[in-house]
T-cell receptor, first 113, second 115 residues
């Protein structure tokens, strides 16, 4: 009964480093999403995917990349970490039918120092 | 422009009091969906309810109730007889057909229930 699993839960990066945030879902959902949540703010969509091999930009894509090679996995890549990318990152998935509720992972708290 | 406005940043109540969270949205679509999510101190987001634009019937689920009014573009959420476990950040979100069903979140309302 895993749902959406995000790893790692916490990470501290130095400016300019790269890393990949992992997201996996076991619900066979077609749609997957990456959001960032800054303090006192709602969630902002970074990237989303409607199926394997298909990705698209959200509201705040700059500085990030994604790939979707399988239905289950949707990793988020930070190439050159910047302090402005300090945030909590959430991965979510939803089944076919885009008005379906999204199921969220527990989040990854990322600090760039 | 902000599509979803949650004007209340923080609400603090004493246990057993009722609390109403306001949500005002903006859209030109005739077909859209509204959601409420709860984010407890542990950090995960929990789906609470979804309503579509064609169904203005208000809903009650246990201590939770929702008031959807298209005339005022509002989708308010009430917790009756609040409990300490209700302490969380509550987010209202809008999904529009014209925006490819992507969710637009409000900034959230932090609810603190004191014993």
């Amino acid at each position: 009964n895993a749902g959406v699993t995000q790893t790692p839960k916490f990470r501290i990066l130095k400016i300019g480093q790269s890393m990949t945030l992992q997201c996996a879902q076991d619900m066979n959902h077609n749609y997957m999403y990456w959001y960032r949540q800054d303090p006192g703010m709602g969630l902002k969509l970074i990237y989303y995917s409607v199926g394997a091999g298909i990705t698209d930009k959200g509201e705040v894509p700059n500085g990030y990349n994604v790939s979707r090679s399988t239905t289950e996995d949707f990793p988020l890549r930070l190439e050159l970490a910047a302090p402005s990318q300090t945030s909590v990152y959430f991965c979510a998935s939803s089944p076919l039918g885009r008005h379906q509720p999204q199921h969220f992972g527990d989040g990854t708290r990322l600090s760039i120092l | 422009a902000q599509k979803v406005t949650q004007a209340q940043t923080e609400i603090s109540v004493v246990e057993k009091e009722d609390v109403t969270l306001d949500c005002v949205y903006e859209t030109r679509d005739t077909t859209y969906y509204l959601f409420w999510y709860k984010q407890p101190p542990s950090g995960e987001l929990v789906f609470l309810i979804r309503r579509n634009s064609f169904d203005e019937q208000n809903e009650i689920s246990g201590r939770y109730s929702w008031n959807f009014q298209k005339s005022t573009s509002s989708f308010n959420f009430t917790i009756t007889a609040s409990q300490v476990v209700d302490s969380a950040v509550y987010f209202c979100a809008l999904s529009e057909v014209s925006n490819d069903y992507k969710l637009s979140f409000g900034a959230g309302t932090t609810v603190t229930v004191r014993a």
